[in-house]
């Protein structure tokens, strides 16, 4: 497992000076926070995502209009 370069021994290791810096309780409650805190910023990440999503394909399709308006405006030969 290596997640942004940080192997087992190392991310053992900082949870192991979490603990020792903020004791049982307290990391019990930054651990919760912190799960909070990610699924918010997923959830916004996934909106946003969905507008530029949204805003690309209302490009598009201005674009398929826009070009189709200017067939129909051309005499044929």
Request: glycine fraction near 6%.
């Amino acid at each position: 497992m290596n997640i942004l370069g940080i192997g087992f021994p190392e991310l053992l290791l900082i949870f192991l000076i979490a603990f020792l810096v903020l004791g049982p309780k307290r990391m019990f409650r930054f651990s919760k926070d912190l799960g909070s805190y990610v699924r918010k910023f997923n959830s916004k990440k996934d909106e946003f995502q969905d507008l530029i999503d949204k805003e690309i394909k209302d490009v598009q399709i201005d674009k398929e209009e826009q070009y189709g308006k200017q067939d129909r405006d051309q005499p044929e030969e």
